[in-house]
């Protein structure tokens, strides 16, 4: 079992820049591969950055690369999703996702494990 945690969200002006942490407890081998989704409203969850935590490679969709940059810290088993120039587009709550793979994904279903998720808000 896996338990993820996430923090860091909130309330910020466009521009501006927020760093969400997701803290993950539970079995290593089930969280092999970590992600960062967002879900807007009326929208389908999208993924936003994927990091194979053995080797630390990464997957970003297009529209991410630039702008966020996911990172990990094995000590803690945290991963961090750093966001900078923020736009009102951006608002959605942002989750964490772990599974047992071998790669990283951007897609939803493959992950087993979701954290609460964490609001964050970009508004003048």
């Known amino acids: 079992q896996v338990h993820l945690v996430e923090s860091g969200g909130g309330s910020v002006q466009p521009g501006g820049s927020l760093r969400l942490s997701c803290a993950a407890s539970?079995?290593?081998?089930?969280?092999?591969?970590m992600a960062w989704f967002r879900e807007a409203p009326g929208k389908e969850r999208e993924g936003i950055a994927s990091?194979?935590?053995?080797?630390?490679?990464?997957e970003y969709p297009s529209f991410a690369k630039g702008r966020f940059t996911i990172s990990q810290d094995n000590a803690k088993n945290t991963v961090y999703l750093q966001m900078n120039n923020l736009k009102p587009e951006d608002t959605a709550i942002y989750y964490c996702a772990a599974a047992n793979l071998l790669h990283t994904t951007l897609r939803a279903s493959r992950y087993q494990y979701w954290g609460q998720g964490t609001q964050v808000t970009v508004s003048s």
């Open positions: 990091i194979y935590v053995r080797t630390g490679r990464i």
């Open positions: 539970g079995n290593p081998d089930s969280r092999t591969s």
